[in-house]
């Protein structure tokens, strides 16, 4: 049996003034090629899931945690950042949280960068990413002039420049109109059928059409469907 690429045991979150969990008991497998989607009214946790997901929670936000994220295997706090960057990638709800640099090039440059990839195979991200996200003319542009769901793309864009096999995009069509969510649905079928994972949040569940499976959070508690 293949592993699954994330697998939550009993997993539960509590920030650090909080009395009570955001969400409690969660459970599951993220297997190769399989995307889960999650929904859920403001405020119930998704984006926080997201964070735990990639090992942002508990590395720069503190909270409680019970239970277990294993990653390929392997607890997720155990997995140095640069390694785990290259295995779950996160898009952030909001784009220019993530985005920093002065060119759309620099940006998508800098994770291949920092993990002293050669300059020929950073190049050929470049250029692939691009082209994936059909960003390739504002190569040159800096992020900040783009529009939001354009940032979105690039956002995505840079995350997929480590050829992740898990990606969790955190409401990533929220910025796009009717074209831009078609260009992401189109991004994201070529990489379910090369086995990628995939962790898909939107507010609206016709967004996730896609996927396998969807959990629901509300008040505290998961539902899967
Ligand atoms: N750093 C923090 N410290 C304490 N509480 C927080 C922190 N960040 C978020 N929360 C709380 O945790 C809960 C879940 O927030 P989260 O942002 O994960 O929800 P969400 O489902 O992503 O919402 P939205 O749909 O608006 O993006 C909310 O009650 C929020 O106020
Ligand atoms: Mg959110």
């Known amino acids: 049996m293949t592993e699954p690429r994330i ?7 509590c ?8 969400w409690s008991n969660l459970n599951f497998a993220l297997n190769p090629g399989e995307i889960i989607g999650i929904t859920g009214p403001s405020g119930c946790g998704k984006s926080t899931l997201c964070y735990c997901l990639s090992g942002i929670i508990p590395r720069h936000l503190p909270g409680n945690i019970r239970g277990k994220i294993l990653v390929d295997g392997q607890p997720i706090a155990e997995i140095p950042l640069p390694r785990l960057a290259q295995k779950v990638g996160l898009v952030f709800q909001d784009p220019e949280t993530q985005l920093f640099c002065t060119t ?5 440059a800098f ?5 002293c990839l050669a300059p020929a195979e950073i190049e050929t991200r470049i250029k692939e990413v691009l082209e994936i996200t059909g960003m390739t003319r504002y190569r040159y542009t800096n992020p ?4 939001g769901g354009e940032q979105q793309l690039i956002a995505l864009g840079a995350v997929l420049a480590l050829r992740p096999h898990t990606l969790i995009l955190d409401e990533a069509m929220s910025q796009l109109d009717q074209k831009g969510r078609q260009r992401v649905q189109e991004i994201i079928r070529p990489l379910k059928e090369a086995g990628k994972s995939l962790i898909l949040v939107d507010h ?4 996730l059409a896609k996927a396998d499976r969807l959990l629901h959070l509300e ?3 998961v539902f899967w469907s």
């Open 7 to 13: 697998l939550a045991k009993d997993f539960s979150f």
């Open 144 to 147: 900040s002039r783009l529009s």
């Open 104 to 108: 759309v090039e620099e940006e998508i």
């Open 15 to 22: 920030f650090p003034d909080d009395d009570a969990p955001v």
């Open 111 to 115: 994770g291949p960068e920092n993990i």
């Open 204 to 207: 609206q569940v016709e967004n």
């Open 219 to 221: 008040n505290g508690k």
